[in-house]
């Protein structure tokens, strides 16, 4: 995860809060929180070697398949759960995001936006988009459920889920003007912070 990102995501963090995060990779988010917010954080990734580099960083992991369901956690009395740069990769997006926001009042939500103009080029052209937010191809991808900036504030607002606050990236990973006045064909990545 880039440190832009990282930084966005620790500006909604509460100090002294309880985090999970969805899919947290090799621990890089969750072991900033924890230095710089003081946060009592725990990751869930499925990935051995992932989690083999948060045991390296001291990032209390559980080795869990998000799709197998998160019901485990609804009682734990988590203040922010993170799903960055994952909720793609799901079989049921809709079920993991209304189950994040009954695990901890508030969550936070980072996916690439398939409606990127270079993305709509690639499809024009009658190729699967390869950019760095979706830097696989086709066949290789773990995204199942690739979906645009409107298509995610769509699936919220259906939901009844409230987009509290929100960044779009450009494709330098800043928050850029251009992106912002036209999100769906000028941002790379939408950042939310999601509560009901």
Known sequence: M??????IINHWVPK??????FGCGEGSLLSELIETKDVLGYGVEISDSKIEKCIEKGVPVIKHNIDSGIDQFMQSGFDLSIMARSIQCLKDPKLALNNMLQISKRCVVTLPNL????????????????TPELPSS?????NIHL???RDFENLCSNENIYIKDRIYLNKNGRQGNLASLSPNFLAVEGVYLLEK
Request: aromatic residues 14%.
């Open 16 to 21: 002294n809060s309880k985090v999970i995060d």
């Open 2 to 7: 880039s440190t832009k990102l990282t930084k």
């Open 147 to 149: 979906c645009t900036i």
């Open 138 to 142: 086709w066949y290789e991808t773990e």
């Open 115 to 130: 409606g990127y103009w270079s993305c709509r080029i690639n499809l024009a052209f009658g190729k699967m988009p390869v």
